[in-house]
């Protein structure tokens, strides 16, 4: 049962951690060129926009859901499982919703590049 | 990719790394908190180890944000993984932590995860822009 609890609390995280890198990439390519749009309009105008941004808005929303997760986690089951799936795990959901979401061309790079890093963190925590 | 871009990536591999070594140095001083003395965890912000480390994670945010701006998440993630090798070299070198074989190997994956994303372009898709129609005089 205990177990159970565990990997729901590592599903959690993942889900909201994903859901929130992907609505935080989104409202990015919305409001533009950071370094750009700072030049033209100065940075009082770029924190402006992006905080208006109502996914950016959402995008923090899920990555406090996401923290306070991994803290239900970690009280659930033990630190060297939760920290390295639910790191390694968000590497490839993240690969996967940005295809499907944001569009993005995943080639054969990047999948690697996502399971190679994937597997790196769930070694370096384990 | 030009030198700006880079340095951002950069900033984002460094900020993370550098403030979570920072807060890891800092929490160690002030010990651990009780979960029915949650209102120690506001204070903790005044050890100035902690409070320099939650600059650093600010600077990490603005920086990622920054780099999302202008390259795909799946390109920015992979390539500011980098931050996990400097904070183990850092737990090594400078909180004299014990790094284990396995975690040399997650190392060595990691940096080359890196290696194959950071050849490949930073942006493969162009959010729609709206145009004003093209005028053809007769």
Same mark, same amino acid.
């Given at each position: 049962?205990? *177990?159970?609890?565990?990997?729901?609390? $590592?599903?959690a995280i993942v889900l909201a951690s994903t859901s929130g890198d992907v609505l935080l990439s989104h409202a990015m390519? =919305?409001?533009? /060129?950071?370094? =750009?749009?700072?030049?033209?309009?100065? *940075?009082?105008?770029?924190?402006?926009?992006? $905080?208006?941004?109502?996914y950016f808005l959402l995008g923090v929303l899920a990555m406090t859901v996401a923290f306070y997760g991994l803290l239900?986690?970690?009280?659930?089951?033990?630190?060297? *499982?939760?920290?390295?799936?639910s790191?390694?795990?968000t590497?490839?959901?993240n690969?996967?919703?940005?295809?499907?979401?944001?569009? =993005?061309?995943? /080639?054969?790079?990047?999948? $690697?590049?996502?399971? *190679?890093?994937?597997?790196?963190?769930?070694?370096?925590?384990? | !990719?030009?030198?700006?871009?880079?340095?951002?990536?950069?900033?984002? #591999?460094?900020?993370a790394?550098? @403030?979570?070594?920072?807060?890891?140095?800092? !929490?160690?001083?002030? @010990?651990?908190?009780?979960?029915?003395? +949650?209102?120690?965890?506001?204070?903790?912000? +005044?050890?100035?180890?902690?409070?320099?480390?939650?600059?650093?994670l600010?600077?990490f945010f603005?920086?990622y944000m920054?780099?999302l701006?202008?390259?795909?998440l %799946?390109?920015?993630l992979?390539?500011?993984? +980098?931050?996990?090798?400097?904070? %183990?070299?850092?737990?090594?070198?400078? +909180?004299?932590?014990?790094?284990?074989?396995?975690?040399?190997?997650?190392?060595?994956?990691?940096?080359?995860?890196? @290696?194959?994303? #950071?050849? @490949?372009?930073?942006? #493969?898709?162009?959010?729609?822009?709206? %145009?004003?129609?093209?005028?053809?005089?007769?």
């Open positions: 049962m205990n *177990l159970l609890y565990t990997w729901s609390g $590592i599903g390519k =919305e409001v533009g /060129d950071l370094g =750009e749009l700072r030049k033209r309009s100065g *940075l009082a105008a770029v924190i402006g926009s992006v $905080i208006r941004n109502r239900f986690g970690l009280s659930w089951g033990d630190v060297s *499982l939760v920290a390295p799936a790191a390694s795990l590497f490839v959901a690969a996967v919703a940005a295809k499907f979401f944001l569009h =993005e061309r995943v /080639d054969h790079r990047r999948w $690697i590049a996502a399971l *190679l890093v994937a597997g790196g963190v769930a070694l370096l925590h384990g | !990719m030009t030198f700006r871009k880079y340095l951002v990536l950069a900033a984002v #591999t460094l900020c790394a550098v @403030g979570d070594s920072l807060l890891s140095y800092g !929490m160690k001083q002030v @010990g651990g908190i009780s979960p029915h003395q +949650l209102y120690d965890i506001i204070l903790v912000i +005044l050890n100035p180890w902690i409070a320099l480390g939650v600059f650093f600010l600077g603005a920086s920054t780099a701006s202008w390259a795909d %799946t390109y920015v992979p390539a500011t993984s +980098l931050g996990y090798v400097l904070l %183990t070299i850092i737990a090594k070198f400078c +909180l004299h932590e014990q790094v284990s074989f396995t975690r040399w190997l997650g190392i060595l994956l990691i940096s080359s995860g890196v @290696g194959f994303v #950071t050849q @490949g372009p930073e942006l #493969t898709h162009q959010p729609k822009v709206k %145009t004003a129609p093209v005028r053809v005089d007769p």
